[in-house]
């Protein structure tokens, strides 16, 4: 068992494309704590039921410094005496045969191949160490102040001596230093609303065969391409029909897709390197909207507008969120669901019975980035170039709302692009998908 084997050594592996990129943010953030010992994990698989695993994604802040994928791991950057810092990985080791390891439960025969450390100091353009040695080596390490990010690795937080609201600063900037994405980042982000765009494309071409079965049909239509051309889906898929589409986070997609309604659909595809895509688009499923439904669509397509309008380098990044919200007040007036002025329905806030979330959100390695960043950089913040947004106003009528007309009710519109601010204002990056209701409607007889 112990002989007999090839080496096997990858000696012709290229650094990862964004390792420099990588490089660059480590600089950032050490400029940030200069004299303090960071850890940043990329945390380990959970159990879904006894000897049985999640599927295992890294954390994003250790994807963000590294561009590793590996569970297990950890990045350290060790303060040097000029205010600097010196970064080195830990990974886990490719498994030895000698001790057996290759064929007990962590072993490659179980869960495939691993980099070996010389592999991965090639990949990553950084020192690695073996991960099994980053608790010994932390506790025995010189004093320093040490901050670590918490969450993702109990036996590395019982390992350092750190405060627990420093742990949470150091989080906190991590967060703030995805809020502007590089070049790289924006490439990236670019794949994953081309393949996302294809996915929904998918799916128009299979409605017919979601009619006959259910909503699952167009969850698992979507997926298929996600994992075609990404590494998964960057959430879980709303694929929500009819009174479904009123419910902001529909996930479960059991339910029936009928002609005559309409088909909200929310997903994105995560791109290799676990950038996501969020788009939403809603769809008349027999492929041309009712009077009411595109008198709704529209509206919330004009909101979409002047959200999208409101974006740009310098503005502050609520105005995408009021814009949007202020028209579609307007609209809730002049229906009659709202009654009074509607600049003080808007004041009042009353149209956020029918909106209900916010207008949009930050985007990149989260469907939600940069979430733990202060208010005063984020939602209190201004927009620069780099930054990337989703656009995503909607109108939502629940089915047991009595305040509204009958025939309202069950019926829920959004619509939503990824927006990049640019020098001179914004780009749509999913603009290849249609979004005026008589271009969907083009669009899906093309396919049906």
Known sequence: MRTGWADTELHDLRPLEQAPY???????????FPGERLVVPAGNPKVRSNDTHYPFRPSSEYVHLTGDQTQDGALVLKPREDGGHDAHVYLLPRSDRDNGEFWQGRGELWTGRRFSLAEGERRLELPC??????????????????????????????AVDSDEDRDTELKTALSELRLVKD???????????????????????????????????????FFRRARLEGNHIGYGSICA?????????????????????????????????????????????????????????????????????????GSAYRDFHIAAQRHLAHRLVEWGILRGDPDEVYELGLQ???????????????????????????????????????VEPGLYFQQDDLTVPEEYRGIGVRIEDDILVTADGNENLSAALPRTADQVEAWMATLT
Not at 134 to 142: I, S
Request: net charge negative.
């Open 22 to 32: 990588a490089a660059k943010r480590r600089a950032a953030l050490s400029a940030r």
């Open 129 to 158: 160490h073996d991960i099994r040695k980053a608790a010994e080596e932390l506790r025995d390490a010189p004093r320093v102040p040490t901050r670590i990010v918490r969450g993702y690795d109990a036996g590395l937080e019982a």
């Open 183 to 221: 070049e790289w980042e924006i490439g990236e982000m670019r794949r994953a609303v081309d393949s996302t765009v294809r996915g929904f494309t998918d799916v128009v071409r299979e409605l017919a065969t979601a009619i006959a079965t259910s909503e699952r049909w167009i969850e698992g239509t």
């Open 241 to 313: 029909a009819g009174e479904h589409a009123t419910i902001m986070h529909w996930v479960r997609n059991d339910g029936e897709v009928r002609p005559g309604e309409l088909l909200l659909l929310d997903a994105g595809v995560e791109t290799h390197s676990l950038y996501t895509a969020d788009i939403t688009r809603t769809l008349p499923i027999s492929g041309t909207f009712t009077p009411l439904q595109r008198q709704i669509y529209d509206a919330v397509h004009e909101a979409q507008d002047a959200g999208i309008s409101a974006v740009g380098p």
């Open 352 to 390: 956020r019975r029918f909106t209900m979330a916010g207008t949009g959100h930050m985007l990149g390695l989260d469907v939600h980035d940069c979430a733990r960043s202060r208010t005063e950089l984020y939602v209190d913040g201004t927009l620069e170039p780099g930054m990337i947004l989703t």
